[in-house]
């Protein structure tokens, strides 16, 4: 076989659908996850240059037997702890994973000569925003563990960059989402509500303005910069330029589900319900635009709808598949 692509996390929401569209465009891709999941198998099913292997970055030995047998041509790296509450009630868990698995995917990088790294960051690096509109230049301060964790991680990648010549690039993103998306975050809380024909209304956080990217531009921007031949710098920013607020996600959502009963009122969005959120905004694009190509294909009212096309075929498919059980 070929040498291929690792995808890490390749089980998961972001990495298995940067697993389908490598495979989609004839890329042989070795998915790494602590356990292969059913839509994983079925893909490698459909694709036999989709290579499964089952791995726990935390341990050097697993991580040295998968360079050492499929010998991967450059690493994009999706696993990860996600999420700022998730991170906060297992921080010695979220740093081992997040960062120590990191340290230990860029060690074997080094001794088996795979030098690119294309590493999916996040907004959350920054922590505090001063401005509408930031630059990947933007001071980064992250003011919750998980944000610091993936910017130990960024930290890490340049430094092996600069002693061994790996290039670390990294996909700082920001709210992705989408169809299937694991988490009952926002967006999707309005819209389950909405389908379910149940009201949803949030006592804070409406007012909240933040970058929101679908699935599918995010895939393409880590394809584009996993494409280019030279990078002139180490980050990009892969969302839309644009921050409409939580309050607008209700609204469009509600426009596009007739009969939906949404709200958000103003104040504080607080993660999990517990822990506030930074100060956000967009993120400026026009870098990934000038050295990628990046553009993104959807605004938040055409992701929120493809994602609710998504959701009724979904429901509509289970609803099939129970009137067939005896």
């Known amino acids: 076989m070929a040498q291929g692509i690792l995808v890490t996390g390749a089980s998961g929401w972001l990495g298995s659908a940067i697993v389908e569209a490598l495979l989609a465009r004839g890329d042989p891709v070795i998915g790494l996850d602590l ?21 726990d970055l935390g341990e050097w030995g697993q991580v040295v037997d998968v360079f050492q047998s499929w010998q991967p041509r450059a690493v994009i790296h999706t696993a990860a702890i996600v999420g700022v509450a998730p991170a906060a009630d ?15 995917l860029l060690e074997a990088m080094r001794l088996n000569g795979t030098r690119r790294l294309i590493y999916v960051s996040t907004e959350e690096t920054y922590g505090d925003f001063t401005a509408p509109v930031i630059t990947e230049d933007h001071p980064q301060r992250p003011n919750s563990v998980y944000g610091l964790t993936k910017l130990a991680t960024e930290h890490y990648g340049r430094i092996y960059a600069a002693r061994y010549g790996l290039e670390c690039i990294n996909i700082r993103t920001c709210w992705v989402y989408g169809p299937d998306l694991p988490r009952a975050r926002v967006p999707k809380i309005f819209i389950d509500a909405a389908l379910d024909g149940t009201p949803c209304h949030l006592s804070e956080g409406g007012d909240l303005a933040v970058d929101q990217v679908y699935i599918t531009d995010t895939v393409a921007g880590v394809l584009l910069a996993l494409d280019k031949d030279h990078h002139a710098f180490d980050a990009y920013h892969i969302a839309t330029g644009q921050a409409p607020t939580i309050a607008d996600a209700a609204r469009i959502v509600s ?7 949404l709200s958000a009122a103003p104040g504080l969005y607080r993660h999990g319900g517990r822990f506030p959120t930074a100060m956000k905004g967009a993120l400026d694009i026009s870098r990934a635009h000038r050295e990628l190509g ?10 929120l709808a493809q994602t609710i ?18």
């Not at 356990?35 to 791995?55: C, G, H, I, K, N």
């Open 294 to 303: 990046y553009t993104p294909q959807y605004d938040l009212q055409s992701g």
């Open 309 to 326: 096309l998504a959701a009724r075929r979904q429901r509509t498919a289970h609803k099939g598949e129970n009137t067939q059980k005896p």
């Open 35 to 55: 356990r292969s999941s059913t839509s994983s198998l079925a893909l490698a099913q459909r694709y036999p240059s989709l290579s499964l292997v089952e791995a």
């Open 255 to 261: 426009e596009l589900i007739p009969g939906a009963d």
């Open 90 to 104: 297992i921080p010695i868990k979220a740093l081992r994973v997040n960062t120590e698995g990191s340290i230990n």
